[in-house]
């Protein structure tokens, strides 16, 4: 384990510690620092960004992949509902092969607020959000599985974006415009400071416990739930935040083709939105103290399940696949005097410069939907501490559609492999008709691709094991390949492959019962009695010595 | 045209379910001469390595010794279904079982007081009380660490040599892999174990293959064994592996593969062709529907292509398996037995069923629920007392065992139905004496 005092170990580093150089240090491997990193990149800034896990290893990879066409804002923030209006168009422009232009649905149900229901048209005409009333027989013809006791219905621009697509293009966007690096396991654990001037930010990788210092001339903390720990370890005290956990659970079919959202104000259960061929239902929020070791539970589940049964009763039979969660940071009220400004639209960067640094910035708190406007506005000020005076072009730049950056998508694998009909190209994950040639992609050349690459990496930037059998019988059959290709060549990838079944094992368990029980039950006697995980497996490799890899799985929710 | 018709039968004993346990109490009913009516829906038991194990893990650690491990059983876990049955009979159930399905044709090794450390398909080994002859050779190459050539198949998904190989290759250094075409299955398209052994039935694809395997050995220099994965014959494997190793001139062995294998069709289709020869009835494929208890007999409902059919029996045996054969069924609040709603020991909540690590080695407690059965393996009630004296019941249905972690799954399946045919046996012979 490293020393408890972060400061301490890189004040006087050893002298072989491994130093990388760079423009940019961008801290957060989630939708907003691949962001910033593209963001700069189109600017001409080069960078490095670093996860302690993998991209989308926090909210990023844990939510509902909504794109929020701002109803839901409409009645109390008019700026957030057109912000992300606005933001919600620009994506559609620059990346619309990550987005499912579904639509949407407010409906209110039986017990509902009436008058609230009644002011919702004219809240989404003030904030300039497109909406049409329906009857609620007019709802139910365009969605059957709605509830018979919906009393009002409206529709909205809503629509679906596929985080993992749109983060791994940005990471490979900036690459090739500037150079920029992603480093994942890499976590930063300190920094050293002189003179209002961070020198150096101290980095472990989490595979192997190796030491190793990143030299910026800026450093931007996007870390989002996290940011208020990675300030304070830059002696920042202004980001203050609470963290609220959320659950969403997945359905093994699409219930609706819309987005569906409960015409209330936020609870539990509210919003039903499509992915592929699933449906996802969120979602709770508990406050909690703790960011790691967060996983769904069995309460979480059915409370989520109690309030949605009202707008889609079907759900009361449906077969779920999986649980995931997600922390939201929620920015505690704007702190005056400190240089944290506190935006309406409910993200706030920091610039610390009341706090006597003059290469460090926080940007934390927002929405997926928002995210491109939080970076630019995190790249401005970075630019101009640069002295770069360059616009930003996020807007209006496309982002790049590449091999390897294309198998997170719903349905994509099966129309390529029926597209390509080469019967040598096997299928590894059959519920999601993953073939070969997707995994050698992924391990050439995605974002963040090792030598030795784990399943769960593989899994981060593909559909493998996101179908129904959420890994338990592909994990075996991806493994087999790769030992075959040469990429594992040890026990080490037996414990990639157990690594990865706990990993998924955490989001099932919380939906484990009628049908999908028996298909855990048979999972459990092959990964155990067949395989031998269970006893004869080194428990992975460098992964769980060094903590956090194996601790805590948020998500890889949307888009499941 | 159509047919249908009320059919009613009556027999001394019904056996319900076609897993291990379901087959085995056939089988010994058979033996004391009383001719069963078995009634079972398809189920895992295709799914099957082909082991047959006994005791192989207790908290984690392998057990070279079952009998040491079930004598710690009745010292630790007395209420272990394996720990509640005498070491004699457990012997007897295995010997019988074995020997029996060695008669009908497919050959297994005889069970002794030790462990065989058998090959799994990703290059580890467990504990097993007996194995197919067809994988015996795989347990000698291993235990002395002899150079041996693993084959693999172009088009076969899950079963990679090089993987075999790769994660022996510490304690196993002189494993060698290589990968062939299977003779007119090579355009790189999945190919399924299932075909590859019934066309290794004809003996010019043996020759073909053979002819491959020559080839492959001689370029991997010292080979002493050939091992494959198991796809040497659905029907008669012992002739096919036989043969093989005549035109290979090596002793070969099998490797079990993933579900769908080979291993436990060959028992499947074996039971259901050589058990009715030997006098059983049985409704391969069906499913009891309904079970009633009366208080001379138990009355058996299930449809067939021709429609409804009732058996009436003296005593039966409840060989249901656990939730992925449908003999128990977990709700969101709580575990129900599906037929009679029988009791079953469960933990408090559905949040109780499942431990946080996928991998804990104390197992998840939810694999431990289950029926409970007195020590005559009658089905206890809500009051503690047998339901029936006519119901028992066998495997993996029963509570407080945890089979897949302690890789005791044949084990409780044939000592229970051993106990539990001994049991109807006597309650069929008092009502007749
Ligand atoms: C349950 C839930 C549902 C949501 N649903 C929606 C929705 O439908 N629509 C919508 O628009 N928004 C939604 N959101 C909000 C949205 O997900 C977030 O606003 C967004 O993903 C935040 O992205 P981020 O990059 O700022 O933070 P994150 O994605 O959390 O990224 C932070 C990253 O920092 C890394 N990190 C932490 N510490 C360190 C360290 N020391 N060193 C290196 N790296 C570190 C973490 O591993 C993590 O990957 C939802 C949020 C939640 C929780
Ligand atoms: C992948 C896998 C690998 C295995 N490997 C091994 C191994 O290596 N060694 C080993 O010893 N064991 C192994 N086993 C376990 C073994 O095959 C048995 O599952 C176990 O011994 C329990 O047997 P059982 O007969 O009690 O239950 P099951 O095998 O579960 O059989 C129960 C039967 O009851 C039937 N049934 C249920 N309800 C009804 C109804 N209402 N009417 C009619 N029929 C019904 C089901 O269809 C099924 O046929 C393995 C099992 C699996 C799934």
Redo the contacts with the bound molecule.
Sequence with gaps: MPPSDPHSAISRPPRRTRTLETEVLVIGGGVTGTGIMRDLALRGISSILVDKRDLNAGASGGNHGLLHSGGRYAANDTETARECMAEGDILKRIAPECIDACGGLFVAVEGDDPEFAERFAGYCSAAGIPSETLTPAEARELEPALSEKIFAAYTVPDATIDPFRITLEQVNQARDAAGSRFLPHSEVIGFALRDGTILGASCRDNRTGEMFVIRARQYVNAAGAWAMEIARLAGCDSVRLLYAKGTLVISNSRMAKRVINRLRLPGDGDILVPGGTVSMLGTTSDKVTELENLRPTVDEVDRNLAEGIAMVPALASARFIRAFSGVRPLLMAADSGIDGRKASRGFALFDHKDEGLSNFATVTGGKLTTFRLMAEKTSDLVASRLGNTAPCRTAEERLPIGDALRWTTPGFAARYWFSRKDPADAILCECEMVPRSAVDSIVAEAPGAEDEMTLRAIAVRSRVGKGSCQGSFCGIRVSSYLYDRGIYTSPAGLGHMRDFFAERYKGILPVLWGKELPQAE?AE??HC??MGLDVAVPAAAADSETGDETDSETGDGAGQ | MEFSQNRSYSTRLAV????????SASIFALDRGIIPYQ???????A???????LLGYLDGAALADPWAGIARLRAEAPEHPLARIADTAIRAAFSRFCGAVTEMGLSYTVSGGKNLNALLPAGLS?P?LSVPATMISGVEALAAREPALIVDFLGLPGFSAREFAANFKAMWPTLKFARLGFPEMETGAEVYPEVMARALEVPAHREALAERIRGAVREAGEVAFVGLPAILGVHAPDRVHKDMERLVSLPIFEI?TM?PAVP?LRLRELFEQALPERGLVLAPH????RLELRGDSAILH?TDNFGEVTVKAEAVIL????F????LAAERDGIRE??LDLPVEQPETRADWYREDYFDPRGHAINRAGLLVDDAFRVLGRDGRPVSPRLFA????LARQD?VRQ???????LATAFRAVEEAAALLQERVG
């Design positions: 048979l006697t092959l009695g067949l | 319900i379910g076609s897993g291990l346990a379901g087959f009634i079972g829906n398809t189920g895992p038991l799914y099957t390595t082909g082991y047959f194990d467990k097993t079990p579900p436990g069906r499913k009891v529907e299930f060989a249901t398996g656990r992925l054969s449908g003999g599906t037929l066998a495997g993996a249905v089979w890789r005791c799954g044949a084990g409780i399946a």
